[in-house]
């Protein structure tokens, strides 16, 4: 079974979203954002998640993850709990 590792970070527009990708691309470091700005309790550790399979998270996450491309921080992703920004560690098939 597919299994993947992410890191993300959660704030509530895409506003916000795309400030912040920006920053990231201008090579402020991923997890001090996550730290600094991301609304969900996986912030505090840098936006990790940890490993997870197919189903685990909400759907526009899961496309995201399990299909986009490795180490690129993606997004704006719009979910039921805002917006992220996410960046695939590692992905098995």
């Not at 909400?58 to 993850?65: A, I, L, N, S």
């Amino acid at each position: 079974m597919a299994k993947a590792s992410a890191r993300h970070i959660l704030v509530p527009s895409e506003v916000d979203c795309t400030t912040l990708k920006k920053l990231i691309e201008d090579g402020d470091d991923f997890a001090e954002i996550a730290k600094q700005h991301s609304q969900c309790p996986s912030g505090s550790q840098g936006g990790g998640l940890g490993e997870f399979t197919p189903g685990q998270m909400v759907k526009e996450f899961d496309e995201v993850v399990f299909s986009g491309e490795i180490g690129k921080v993606l997004g704006p992703v719009k979910t039921q709990f805002g917006y992220h920004l996410i960046e695939i560690t590692s992905r098995t098939d």
